[in-house]
């Protein structure tokens, strides 16, 4: 009732507070000048907004050239290294340049274009001596091989990848920068993209001392990166040093080697080069009027001097980058002065309307006030249900214990007085062995005293059986604590505990349990589970003397569950007693000293305790099986049910 009197009073406040005294040009000066503040945020986050989802198209696309171009680029450079030293491998190649014989050109001439079909870069193959001369070259021209004769072969010496090859150890193989091929001292027009590979051929491998060198003609490398261009973005290819090797435009390409300075990144756009030489990695970047995106690649490792970088950089043109931009603020300006128009025409409308809402005010918040009366009302009646609800229940709770104390009482009723009996009857029969001397009377006596006390302990064994189970009930949780088990293990010590059962009867146990099957539970439970459910099969399921199977299977289940089945062949369960089979005092052998409580504590243990189900399917005369669903781990079921 306080919570409500504090409403009422809170809306009684709030009406107080209402700008009664304001004139209404302050209010509406006040309100135009937040339209305003609202209107000019809002157009700068809808600019911003409409600007990435107009460029996105141009960074998806910038992402998939980027993606094609790394891949093309790392398809055909990334295997230079091992398909040099397969060549220098080949068996003929071996032959050939076997130093003690003499060199056998035409193997090299069929091995080189043999090899060199199946790679389409490969525009050279050469064997150069020791000495630098050239004494085997192919050349490839529009795929087809030509052989150089020998006054056309030329020497080398002077060459750098000659020269680096020469001082590489045995089997590491040099690759050249990228650069243009050279013939004659003068750069090869049209210009080709050349990248070399070179191999020493020493003596210590049974090889003529020497280098193999091939040429990897990069055009085709280089148009299919230029295929991605289009109106809207084009990919370029940069070395380390910042110049061109592929451009949108053509004249800019292989500015250090024809001493173009211009031709370089950092003196053309020093911002971006700062960028590209501080992240490895970008995606829409602004800058000089464009959307940039790049990746660098290290892709060609040479030992000692570490890795070549490329640079794979997207760009978008700067005509639809402006034009972008012009069309996004002409829009945001018309939706802004929209915004404002109708701004102001609505807040009219309010000035207008404002006397009219004081009055429906008032009317609203009396029936408020009304509404708060009758909610007070039925609060008080829902507390006073939730209470007689709370006694109904704690009266079903006691009758249903009244009820299992009496049943408990009854069964302990019996064992306990015939044990007094004969407790009584052995004292009365010690009184007379004192009184008598005759051997024949002590002899009986002692019998009959021995006799009683047998009887007696059967009784008191039995009451003590009553009262573990009835303690069980209890349910303590503290009493088995969580833990890792692994089912085999647990399944393994219940049938060294049950074996003696077993030798006593003739009937078989058989487990079928998948290995490494773990749990995180209460191991002590579920062993107690598992063996009342195996001597319940043993008790009830067959007759005295018959054969028969208990079968322990387990299985997992979707959903981090495991299945458990105890089976068996016995004779089944009556279907009369089957509703109430869980039921505390059911049995169907109470003439035979039992109490019907085992079934009802595994029903109890396996919802209360493993947070699982268990159900009994029966045939009767056809034998019985009672399947129980379980979590895995326990931890996960407890926190669902504090949740």
Same mark, same amino acid.
């Given at each position: ?6 409403a ?5 406040? &709030?009406?107080?507070? !209402?700008?009664? +005294? ?7 000066? @006040?309100?135009?000048?937040? /339209? #305003? *503040? ?20 141009i960074?998806?696309? &910038?992402?998939?050239? !980027?993606?094609? +171009?790394?891949?093309?680029?790392s398809?055909?450079? @990334?295997?230079?290294?091992? /398909? #040099? *030293? ?23 001439h ?29 050349n ?68 003529r001392?020497g ?12 148009n ?22 592929v ?22 756009f ?64 018309l ?69 299992m ?38 002899q ?38 969580l833990?890792?088990?692994?089912l085999?293990?647990?399944?393994t ?6 074996s ?9 146990l ?17 062993s ?6 195996i ?20 299985k ?13 062949n ?49 045939e ?24």
């Amino acid at each position: 009732m306080n919570t409500d009197n504090s409403a009422v009073a809170q809306l009684q406040e &709030q009406e107080h507070r !209402l700008p009664q +005294g304001q004139s209404p040009r302050r209010l509406a000066t @006040g309100l135009t000048i937040l /339209l #305003t *503040l609202l209107v000019t945020s809002g157009s700068y986050f809808a600019y911003h907004q409409l600007l990435d989802l107009y460029t996105q198209p141009i960074m998806t696309q &910038q992402s998939a050239d !980027l993606n094609f +171009g790394a891949a093309t680029l790392s398809r055909e450079l @990334g295997h230079l290294r091992d /398909l #040099t *030293l397969m060549i220098k491998r080949s068996p003929p190649v071996r032959i050939a340049l076997n130093p003690y014989r003499a060199l056998d050109s035409n193997l090299l001439h069929r091995e080189f274009i043999r090899f060199s079909q199946d790679h389409a870069l490969i525009s050279q193959v050469r064997w150069i001596d020791a000495s630098g001369e050239e004494q085997v070259r192919i050349n490839f021209v529009s795929g087809e091989a030509e052989i150089v004769p020998p006054d056309e072969l030329q020497n080398k010496a002077d060459r750098y990848y000659f020269q680096q090859a020469m001082a590489y150890p045995l089997d590491q193989v040099y690759i050249s920068p990228l650069d243009l091929n050279i013939e004659r001292g003068q750069i090869e027009r049209p210009l080709k993209p050349t990248l070399r590979a070179a191999v020493r051929t020493t003596n210590t491998e049974t090889m003529r001392e020497g280098v193999i060198v091939i040429n990897y003609d990069l055009r085709e490398l280089f148009n299919a990166i230029r295929a991605t261009y289009s109106r809207d973005s084009a990919t370029e290819l940069i070395n380390t040093s910042g110049f061109w090797l592929v451009s949108r435009s053509p004249e800019q390409e292989w500015g250090h080697l024809f001493d173009n300075p211009e031709a370089q990144l950092g003196n053309k756009f020093p911002e971006l080069w700062r960028q590209i030489k501080a992240r490895p990695t970008a995606n829409d970047v602004h800058a000089e009027g464009r959307i940039w995106s790049w990746e660098k690649l290290a892709l060609i490792e040479r030992p000692g001097e570490g890795r070549e970088v490329l640079i794979l950089l997207t760009s978008s043109s700067v005509d639809l980058v402006s034009g972008i931009t012009g069309k996004l603020w002409l829009l945001v300006t018309l939706c802004a002065l929209t915004v404002i128009a109708l701004g102001s025409w609505l807040i009219t409308l309010f000035l207008r309307s404002e006397a009219r809402q004081r009055v429906l005010y008032q009317r609203i918040n009396q029936e408020h006030l009304k509404l708060q009366t009758v909610h007070h009302s039925l609060v008080t009646a829902h507390e006073q249900q939730s209470l007689l609800q709370e006694e109904l229940v704690e009266t079903r709770k006691l009758s249903s214990l009244g009820m299992m104390v009496a049943g408990v009482a009854h069964e302990l009723n019996t064992p306990t007085g015939g044990a007094l009996m004969v407790l009584s009857s052995v004292e009365g029969q010690l009184k007379s062995l004192k009184q008598t001397h005759t051997s024949s009377q002590q002899q009986a006596a002692l019998t009959h005293a021995e006799e009683g006390m047998g009887l007696a302990m059967r009784n008191l064994n039995q009451v003590s059986r009553l009262i573990t189970s009835f303690k069980r009930l209890a349910l303590d949780r503290a009493d088995d604590e969580l833990r890792h088990v692994y089912l085999n293990d647990l399944v393994t010590d219940l049938e060294l505990t049950l074996s003696p059962l077993f030798r006593k009867q003739p009937i078989s146990l058989t487990t079928e349990i998948p290995p490494d099957t773990h749990l995180y539970t209460h191991p002590g439970i579920i062993s107690q589970i598992l063996q009342n459910l195996i001597e319940n099969a043993l008790t009830h399921a067959f007759a005295p003397g018959q054969k028969g199977c208990i079968q322990l299977s387990a299985k997992p289940l979707p959903g981090a569950k495991l299945e458990l089945a105890v089976t068996d062949n016995g004779r089944g369960i009556d279907p009369d007693l089957r509703k109430s089979l869980f039921d505390p005092f059911v049995t169907s052998g109470r003439g035979r000293g039992h109490t019907g409580l085992g079934l009802h504590l595994v029903h109890q243990w396996v919802h209360r305790l493993l947070h699982g189900s268990i159900e009994v399917q029966s045939e009767f005369g056809r034998g019985s099986c009672f399947i129980l669903r379980i979590p895995v781990d326990c931890r996960l079921s407890t926190e669902q049910e504090k949740d």
